[in-house]
């Protein structure tokens, strides 16, 4: 790292593929990027991208932004296979991931075998209730995580639920967690805090200047966001009182979720009074929360662990009716800035508990949700309330403006980010790495498990290696070098792959003693310079005899 240059790094693009569902954990890391990239305390970003493609896509997303091609000014984008060799140089202040379970565990352990000197390592909780949870904790717990290291929390109840769980594999495993928890929110656009004129929405929204409008924005789906069947019942009595009242049900949906939902609706008699808006864009997202009156959350389900569409109400000056659950409870400040409706719950019965890692996800999670009950007279009397109180509803949502500004903004996030991050940094100079030395104990070696699979051992020490007639026309210019893949060309050394070549203009050598010297001639690893001598057996410009030539 150069004096006084300030690096972040990251194995994580924050950029993931969500399909038609906007999914909160990739809209999250998405934003968060941008963020970061706009109000970070770093003078540059490097970010290992898995492939040469990811690494294209990568640039285009960023390209894209407002001011893009100045924020991409500010990145080093490296291939994944390059992050050995960085790691040697340890350049960076902190490395920070999008997710805890893959990268944390794994960087650690790099940084233990490679690394010269600590630096923190840190990653994102998003949901805490997936099938494996207790083998993806028990690999944390068993990694060279250490002091300087931590996982962000997004919230108390986030943060509680992963520490009663590390705890309890801990326990059960006899393990320590040498890392910390550290409570860090997430954040939300600044266009959210500047929705769209009421009137102007709503003529695009075709909904009358007259109506009184709650809205709910996520995915509808009941098996991994909310059971929103219940508030269609309670809605019923809403519209029966009122008929210019209107629920909008938006977000990413599957056709069953949206097919069950309409039919409720239709059951009920209240299809006139609900609309059901799936697959919306940012646009639509933005009218919606500019022509509604209040934002209402029913969240029943165990996966959520903050709740960015309730930040978003929040920063376009809506009321929210959520319930008293997860993350939410850090959110609305009950009273103030919405109304918060109790929660009572049971756990799954003993038999689905038992098949929890055999069910489908999505089934588990249902088993577990609707043992999961917001208070339904209370959620009707609270929207009762507030969409009949238009003084009260506005003054609350502009107090909960003026909480999400305070509190989650991004800039507001990134500088609680960058506040951990240099505590940690201190923490991290103070220790050694570590468990300097050692290796992932969850890496395999293919040498050794699959040794038997070929007609010869692997890296065999007997045979020697000489040009093929192949070999001579690509050293006389007569053919062409096999194309070698973008994706390798960190471990694709060309001034080896030319020692390897040169050195057998001569005759034959014996393969071992080959590759050491091309290595050491060319300073790279020995062990690179024998799978290069493979790839080049492999396309034929290489083989290996048993006579001296």
């Given amino acids: 790292m150069l004096a006084g240059v300030k690096l972040f790094g990251s194995v994580d693009t924050f950029f993931e593929s969500s399909g038609t569902l906007r999914l909160g954990r990739l809209v999250a890391n998405a934003t968060f990027l941008e963020a970061l990239l706009r109000h970070g305390a770093f003078d540059q970003y490097e970010f290992f991208c898995p492939s040469e493609a990811e690494q294209a896509r990568f640039s285009e997303m960023v390209r894209a932004l407002p001011d893009g091609q100045a924020l991409l000014g500010r990145c080093l984008l490296r291939h994944q296979l390059e992050l050995p060799a960085r790691m040697r140089e340890a350049p960076w202040d902190v490395m920070h991931f999008g997710g805890w379970s893959r990268y944390l565990p794994a960087l650690s352990w790099l940084r233990a075998s490679l690394s010269p000197r600590n630096f923190p390592l840190t990653g994102t909780i998003h949901s805490l209730d997936a099938p494996g949870m207790a083998g993806s904790l028990k690999r944390l717990l068993g990694s060279a995580v250490g002091a300087s290291d931590a996982v962000f929390c997004t919230s108390h109840a986030g943060l509680e639920a992963f520490r009663a769980q590390l705890d309890l594999v801990a326990r059960r495993e006899k393990l320590a967690w040498n890392g910390r928890l550290e409570l860090v929110p997430l954040g939300v656009e600044e266009g959210c805090f500047h929705p769209p004129e009421r009137s102007l929405a709503r003529t695009r929204l075709g909904i009358p200047s007259s109506a009184r409008v709650a809205l709910w924005i996520g995915r509808l789906s009941t098996s991994s966001k909310a059971d929103l069947h219940p508030l269609l019942h309670q809605w019923r009595s809403l519209s029966a009182q009122d008929g210019n009242r209107l629920l909008v049900l938006a977000g990413g949906a599957a056709e069953g979720d949206v097919r069950s939902l309409s039919e409720t609706a239709a059951d009920l008699g209240i299809s006139r009074s609900?609309?059901?808006?799936?697959?919306?864009?940012?646009?639509?997202?933005?009218?919606?929360?500019?022509?509604?009156?209040?934002?209402?959350?029913?969240?029943?389900?165990?996966?959520?662990?903050?709740?960015?569409?309730?930040?978003?109400?929040?920063?376009?000056?809506?009321?929210?009716?959520?319930?008293?659950?997860?993350?939410?409870?850090?959110?609305?400040?009950?009273?103030?800035?919405?109304?918060?409706?109790?929660?009572?719950?049971?756990?799954?019965?003993?038999?689905?508990?038992?098949?929890?890692?055999?069910?489908?996800?999505?089934?588990?999670?249902?088993?577990?949700?609707?043992?999961?009950?917001?208070?339904?007279?209370?959620?009707r009397q609270a929207m009762v309330d507030l969409l009949a109180d238009p003084i009260r509803s506005k003054n609350m949502g502009l107090a909960g403006r003026e909480?999400?500004?305070?509190?989650?903004?991004?800039?507001?996030?990134?500088?609680?980010?960058?506040?951990?991050?240099?505590?940690?940094?201190?923490?991290?100079?103070?220790?050694?790495?570590?468990?300097?030395?050692?290796?992932?104990?969850?890496?395999?070696?293919?040498?050794?498990?699959?040794?038997?699979?070929?007609?010869?051992?692997?890296?065999?020490?007997?045979?020697?290696?000489?040009?093929?007639?192949?070999?001579?026309?690509?050293?006389?210019?007569?053919?062409?070098?096999?194309?070698?893949?973008?994706?390798?060309?960190?471990?694709?050394?060309?001034?080896?792959?030319?020692?390897?070549?040169?050195?057998?203009?001569?005759?034959?050598?014996?393969?071992?003693?080959?590759?050491?010297?091309?290595?050491?001639?060319?300073?790279?690893?020995?062990?690179?310079?024998?799978?290069?001598?493979?790839?080049?057996?492999?396309?034929?410009?290489?083989?290996?005899?048993?006579?001296?030539?």
């Fill in 274 to 379: 609900v609309r059901i808006l799936p697959d919306i864009d940012d646009a639509t997202k933005l009218d919606l929360l500019g022509a509604s009156d209040v934002f209402v959350s029913p969240v029943d389900n165990h996966q959520e662990t903050f709740g960015i569409s309730v930040v978003e109400a929040m920063a376009a000056g809506l009321p929210v009716v959520a319930s008293d659950w997860d993350g939410y409870k850090d959110l609305v400040e009950h009273g103030v800035t919405g109304l918060r409706i109790a929660v009572d719950w049971v756990s799954p019965p003993s038999d689905a508990f038992l098949l929890r890692e055999i069910l489908e996800p999505r089934v588990a999670q249902l088993v577990a949700s609707q043992g999961v009950a917001v208070d339904p007279g209370a959620l």
């Fill in 403 to 549: 909480r999400a500004r305070k509190l989650f903004a991004w800039p507001a996030v990134i500088s609680r980010c960058s506040e951990v991050w240099t505590s940690l940094a201190r923490l991290a100079t103070e220790r050694a790495v570590p468990k300097l030395g050692e290796i992932d104990p969850d890496l395999l070696d293919p040498g050794e498990i699959f040794s038997h699979y070929g007609t010869r051992p692997p890296n065999n020490q007997v045979e020697r290696v000489r040009l093929t007639s192949l070999g001579l026309e690509i050293l006389e210019g007569r053919s062409p070098m096999p194309p070698t893949f973008t994706d390798l060309l960190a471990i694709s050394d060309g001034k080896l792959l030319t020692a390897l070549v040169l050195g057998l203009r001569t005759g034959s050598r014996p393969a071992a003693e080959h590759r050491l010297e091309c290595a050491h001639r060319t300073g790279r690893d020995p062990a690179e310079a024998a799978w290069l001598l493979a790839w080049l057996i492999k396309y034929g410009v290489v083989d290996l005899t048993a006579e001296k030539t």
